[in-house]
């Protein structure tokens, strides 16, 4: 009995002891070619590699050619220090040194370093052969040879912009995880061919659904080369799995601050990567002049791409000085009315705003049914207004039939910033017992639902988005309207709305 236990308690330390062995980091971050940029290591070098695993990278990428006496080697470029790696030897090679004193790693020498490190998975990009398809096929059997040979099957995942390299991998290793590069095949034949991932240009994937496809299929989806911050924001708000980048300590500031992070998950959304007329399926219009309950004094037009047009990844409204009926400026109000409404949720409007005493941009939400009466009985959230003759402030606001401009007693709050040189993230958390209103992710506003009843909290309704820019007003034309400023636009990148 005795003996039992002991070799029981054995069995449990070395359980224990090989499933410790491996803490793989979980995040989305690959650095492209290791982690060189801020610390000006040389690309795809031992340094690199060992500083995307001291960040704590999910995987440092490296590319692998063949030299002509048939010896791995790791680089991202045909040449290195001018010298074409398939032409040359492995000892010509080395007649050359990197900026920081290394030779050209060997794949072996390579991978005996990432073995070092259990934290950090190593994606192993076999580059195609520029001399023979059979030379590449050649180049992949070796590398898998090589990483049998050291021992690191655990720390590697595959990448190639060859498919056929890529289905030579599973046969080699059929639970390989394996992602093509190219973007020339559909999530569906990729899944059909057994590769585990997509690895695209993250272009391909603002086509409608793309990401949701390859996730339906079981297909994980990593973007290359995501070296921007609206590039980041886009695809983490999207749900990519990992992110392959020049700058992973940018991204991984990004990952603190995206509302996925915090249990939000993307239900709707337009970022405005299309040209024209803005989507149909999400946006309609208000149209027509008379004031609009506010003595304003444009007319909005009705899908005209002289007011509402998207291009270069923008929504731009535009505010033309023309005649319509009995107005004299034009501009455009787009709602998603019967489109998207949403009760609840994270509303997030990156835009830069029109500059202009007379201009009054706004991004706000009204009631879809009116549930308690008109306005102001069935509320409104403004999530964003500005006026011209204030240009350092922006307004979050809340209008009820207890509190609302008419009797002087709306709540809300001014930030102060620079709205016309660079583009805001305005953001709205609404939740059943608060509204929380953000600029750039810094809360400055919080409106609480008292539990007094519709009169001071109408907000447990369907409401629906709207952009717009008027002219003049009771308030945006408090101070006259400036007949120089025209035409003036006010640009959106995207509009997301979030629940939980």
Not at 134 to 156: A, L, P
Not at 258 to 263: E, H
Not at 466 to 485: P, R, T
Request: with cysteine; charged share 25%.
């Amino acid at each position: 009995m005795k003996r039992i236990l002991i070799s029981a308690l054995m069995l449990f330390i070395f359980t224990a002891t090989f499933a410790q062995k491996f803490n793989w980091n979980n995040n989305q971050v690959i650095a492209h070619r290791g982690a060189w940029k801020k610390n000006n290591f040389p690309q795809n070098s031992i340094a690199s590699l060992n500083e995307a695993a001291k960040l704590g990278c999910y995987g440092s990428e490296f590319d692998v050619w063949m030299t002509s006496d048939q010896v791995l080697v790791v680089n991202h470029d045909p040449e290195f220090e001018g010298l074409t790696i398939e032409k040359v030897t492995y000892q010509e090679l080395l007649t050359k040194t990197m900026s920081n004193g290394e030779k050209i790693p060997t794949l072996e020498a390579y991978l005996r370093a990432g073995k070092k490190q259990k934290g950090t998975k190593l994606i192993l990009e076999i580059k195609p052969s520029l001399i023979s398809k059979e030379r590449g096929i050649d180049v992949t059997n070796k590398c898998i040879e090589m990483v049998k040979k050291i021992g690191v099957s655990d720390w590697m995942e595959y990448i190639s912009f060859d498919y056929d390299y890529c289905k030579r991998i599973l046969e080699l290793l059929p639970k390989a995880k394996v992602a093509y590069l190219k973007g020339d095949i559909s999530a569906e034949q990729m899944k059909a061919d057994k590769l585990t991932g997509v690895d695209y240009h993250y272009s391909v994937y603002q086509k409608d659904g793309w990401i949701e496809n390859a996730h339906r299929l079981g297909l994980t989806v990593n973007a290359w080369t995501v070296n921007t911050v609206p590039e980041v924001q886009w695809l983490l708000a999207h749900r990519v799995d990992y992110i392959t980048t020049n700058e992973p300590e940018m991204v991984f500031e990004e990952l603190k601050k995206t509302p996925v992070k915090t249990g939000w998950k993307l239900k709707w959304a337009d970022e405005f990567d299309d040209a024209g007329l803005p989507l149909s399926k999400n946006w309609s219009y208000d149209v027509g002049g008379k004031g609009w309950g506010n003595n304003e004094l444009q007319y909005y037009t009705d899908a005209d791409t002289a007011n509402a047009v998207v291009k270069k990844g923008n929504l731009n409204i535009n505010v033309l000085k023309e005649n319509k009926e009995n107005n004299h400026y034009t501009s455009a109000r787009l709602v998603t009315k019967n489109k998207f409404d949403f009760k609840y949720g994270r509303v997030e409007v990156r835009a830069m705003l029109p500059k202009g005493r007379g201009l009054w941009p706004a991004i706000w939400a009204l009631p879809t049914e009116w549930k308690y009466g008109s306005w102001p009985k069935s509320g409104e959230i403004d999530i964003m207004e500005h006026v011209g003759y204030e240009p350092d402030s922006v307004y979050g606001t809340v209008h009820t039939e207890r509190f609302n401009h008419v009797i002087h007693t709306q709540v809300g709050k001014a930030v102060k910033i620079n709205p016309y040189n660079s583009y805001h993230v305005y953001a709205i958390e609404w939740y059943e017992d608060r509204m929380d209103f953000f600029v750039d992710d810094e809360k400055y506003f919080s409106f609480k639902n008292t539990g007094k009843g519709a009169p001071e909290w109408p907000f447990d309704q369907n409401f629906h988005l709207i952009l717009n820019v008027a002219v003049g007003g009771g308030w945006g034309g408090k101070k006259g309207v400036d007949e120089s400023i025209f035409p003036a636009t006010m640009k959106v990148d995207y509009v997301r709305v979030y629940q939980k």
